[in-house]
C-alpha cells in the first residue's frame, strides 16, 4: 500500500493545539493496527532548534540519531511510543540550504531558481523521504504557525500540490482552528474559524475536517455554523474542549469519530482500535489521590514548556505508582538575585530536580539547591547541567576543593571538575556540534541506576559540551560520590550517585526524552518512590 499523507494545519493563533492533535490522530490510526510517523514542520529560518532560547521557543527536543527539534516530537514520540529521526523535523532553513547548495554546484543548469518549483519541490522531497525511508501507512504532517503567516505559504502550496499529485483518497487534511468565548455573553464565537478556512481555502487547500479548540464542548449551533462555512458535513467538524490531561485528548476525538472519519477519507479499513491499554493509562492519571510535592529548580522556569519532557515524565511515573505529581516550580536566579534562603525555598519538598540550561545564570542558585537536597536527604535528581552543578557541589563542599567549578563558567577555576568535552576545542560554529543524541552506557552492577534500569548496558540521548573531568574522578568517589554509569568506551561519566543518599542521582544524558506514557523512563519511577517515603 503506498503511503497515506494527513496534513493539519493551525488557524487563529499559534500553539492552539496542532501538536497534540496530530499526535492523537496518530494514535488512533496506529490503534487500528495501521503504522504512522509524523512530520513537523517549522517555517522559522533557523536550520533546527539547537540554538533556540527556550523562552522563544520551548524545550529543545532530542531525536535518538541527535537532532535538535521542535517539542511538537516529544508529543509525537510519546502518543506513538515510536523513536523519529531528525529528518522528522522539516524547518525554512534546512530548505532554503539544500536548495542554495544545489544552486551553487550549478544542479539546477542555469534555471532561474524560484520558490515554485525549487523551494516546493524540495518540501515535497523531504516528506516524501520520510515516507520511503520508514515505509509507514500513513504519514502526519503538522504545519506550524497559522495559516496567513507570510513564512507558511511555501509550505502550503507544497501540500496543495502534493494533493493533486497523490491522488483522491490518499491525503487528508485537517484544520485546527480557535473557537474563543465572548465573556459578556459566555457565546462560542465561530467567525475566525470562518476567516481562517476562507483563508486555507484561498491558497488552494479545502480542508477535509475542522477540529475546533475551545473550553467547552462546541455547542450545536456552533457546530452548525463551522460546517456550513467551511462546505463540510457537520460529522465533519470535532470538538477538541479543555480536559484534565492531554491524555484524554485521543479518547475524546475516538468518542466523536475521528479516527473512524480519518480511515474512511483516507480509503482503510476502520478497523476496531485497540485502545485499552491507553485508557487504563489515563484512568490512573485521574484516579490518583497521594501528592507528591517536587520542586522543579531551573532557569526557564517562567515558560514550564522549556521543560516539556520533564514534566510528562514525572507524569508517566506518578501515573504507574498512582500519585499526583504537584510541581513546585523555582527560579534558580532568584536565589541568587533576591539572596533567598534556600532552605525556605525548597522546605516541604518531597523530591528535587535540578534541571538543564547552561550558562551562569542561576548556577549558585541550583547549587545551593542540590547542596540542600544532599543535606536533608531530599530525593534528587540533576538532568545534565543539573548533574555538572551537583559534582561542582560535592567536589566544594564534601571534598573541600574551595573554588571548584565548571569551565563553562569559571575558565580560571582552581579545580575545573567540569570541563570541555575533548573534541569540542576549536569548534566555531555552534549549530549542531554538541554531543547529541543516543550513546550506549554501560552502568556499575550493585548501583542504584542499574537495579533501576534492571540491566548492564542502556542508551539514553544526549546534548552537551561540556563533562566529569576525569583527573578529579578518584578524589570524588574517595569521598562517597559513585561514577555508577559510564559511555561503553569508559572514557565519560554518565551517571553519579551519592552512596550516604536513599535517592540522590546525577544524570549526564536526558532520560525524559524516552519516557514513555505506557513505560515510563527508570530513574523518574525511582525518584517519584523514593518521594513517597519522604515526610
Known sequence: MPSKYVFVTGGVLSSVGKGITTASLGLLLKARGYSVTAIKIDPYLNVDAGTMNPYMHGEVYVTEDGGETDLDLGHYERFLHINLSKKNNITTGQVYMRVIDAERRGEYLGQTVQIIPHITN????????????????IILVEIGGTVGDIEGQPFLEAVRQMRIEEGPGNTLSIHVALVPILSVTGEQKTKPVQHSVQELRRIGIQPDAIVARCKRPLEPEAKRKIALYSSLPEHAVFSSHDVETVYEVPLLLEEQGLGSYAASKLGLEDRRPDLESWREFVARLKDASRRVEVAMVGK????????????????????SLRLIPAFRWVEASRIESEKLDVDDVLRG?????????????????????????????????????????????????VVGLRGAHSTEIDPHTPYPVIDLLAEQH??????????LGAYPIRLVKGSLVYRLYGKELVAERHRHRYEVNPRFIDKLEASGLMVSGVSEDGGRVEFVEYREHDFYVGSQPHPEFKSRPLEPAPLFLGLLSAATRVG
Do not use: W
Open 122 to 137: 524540495e518540501i515535497k522531497r523531504r516528506i516524501r523521504e520520510v515516507a520511503s525511508e520508514t515505509g509507514a501507512d
Open 300 to 319: 526557564y522556569t517562567r515558560l514550564k514548556d522549556s521543560y516539556m519532557s520533564i514534566v510528562e515524565a514525572v507524569k508517566h511515573a506518578a501515573a
Open 426 to 435: 576549536g569548534i566555531s560554529r555552534l549549530g549542531g556540534t554538541m554531543r
Open 349 to 397: 519538598s518531597q523530591a528535587v530536580i535540578v534541571l538543564p540550561g547552561f550558562g551562569a545564570r542561576g548556577s549558585e542558585g541550583k547549587i545551593d539547591s542540590i547542596r540542600y537536597a544532599r543535606e536533608n536527604k531530599i530525593p534528587f535528581l540533576g538532568i545534565c547541567y543539573g548533574m555538572q552543578l551537583a559534582v561542582v557541589e560535592f567536589a566544594r563542599n
